[in-house]
């Protein structure tokens, strides 16, 4: 069978908070969450009843907005939707990875320049400790920071490709594949395969990635919800 119709990547967040990313989970009943500066994923089961969104509430607080990628359940009554969009799913079990001699390793010090970039380019959510996950590469022009690309989910068997973004001064000159090539190469000498999620009305990205050798897995819904400012935390 192929590692593309693995399960775990229907519920990537779950399968990497259960998994290779354990260390970060932090858990209340059947719901877990990075850490809010870490990433802003809830993971939570798709037949959720009041109890689970008691716990969503819980570990996000009141006010709070919890994102979801690949939840295929309903909001509670009085849950509002803040976010919510139509995205792919993207596998490289033929991608050709491969190292880029002007990528270099982006590390705490590059946390700064990093959130600059993504406010400038908005290439999906990228907070003060998502570094933390995995490889972050990055290509400098005059010493800036223009170009970067790094690991994010990292379902067993897999690691998603995340932040991929370039300047727009130095758009077209093929450094996002480039990067996307390098931190895949990164991924593939772990053993493991690189996919990656993108909107499903970016043609641009969807093309670049195709070209790759990225092929569509599914579709993917992200979903961000508001916890309630009058809900209360239930009494562990």
């Given at each position: 069978m192929s590692k593309a119709h693995d399960g775990v990547l229907d519920h990537p967040a779950r399968a990497a908070l259960?998994?290779?990313?354990?260390?970060?989970?932090?858990?209340?009943?059947?719901v877990l969450r990075y850490p809010a500066e870490v990433?802003?994923?809830?993971?939570?089961?798709?037949d959720a009843r009041d109890a689970d969104w008691a716990d969503v509430a819980a570990l996000t607080g009141p006010g709070s907005e919890a994102l979801t990628v690949g939840f295929r359940g309903s909001l509670p009554?009085?849950?509002?939707t803040v976010?919510?969009?139509?995205?792919?799913?993207?596998?490289?079990?033929d991608v050709a990875g491969e190292p880029d001699p002007e990528a270099v390793l982006l590390?705490?010090?590059?946390?700064?320049?990093m959130l600059d970039l993504v406010a400038r380019t908005r290439p999906?959510?990228?907070?003060?400790?998502?570094?933390?996950?995995?490889?972050?590469?990055?290509?400098r022009r005059g010493g800036a920071?223009?170009?970067?690309?790094?690991?994010?989910?990292?379902?067993?068997?897999?690691?998603?490709?995340?932040?991929?973004?370039?300047?727009?001064?130095?758009?077209?000159?093929?450094?996002?594949?480039?990067?996307?090539?390098?931190?895949?190469?990164?991924?593939?000498r772990r053993g493991e395969i690189p996919f990656l999620h993108?909107?499903?009305?970016?043609a641009g990205a969807i093309r670049l990635y195709e070209s790759l050798g990225f092929r569509h897995r599914r579709d993917i819904l992200f979903l961000g919800t508001r916890v309630p400012d009058d809900l209360l935390e239930p009494v562990a």
């Open positions: 259960t998994g290779p990313h354990a260390r970060f989970a932090e858990r209340r009943g059947r990433a802003p994923w809830v993971a939570l089961p798709d009554e009085g849950w509002p976010f919510r969009a139509d995205g792919v799913q993207l596998v490289g079990e590390g705490a010090v590059d946390v700064p320049e999906g959510p990228f907070l003060p400790r998502t570094r933390e996950l995995g490889t972050y590469l990055g290509i920071l223009v170009a970067m690309a790094g690991e994010r989910l990292r379902p067993p068997g897999w690691t998603e490709i995340s932040a991929v973004c370039t300047d727009p001064a130095v758009r077209g000159q093929g450094l996002a594949g480039r990067l996307v090539r390098a931190v895949a190469h990164g991924i593939q993108t909107g499903a009305d970016n």
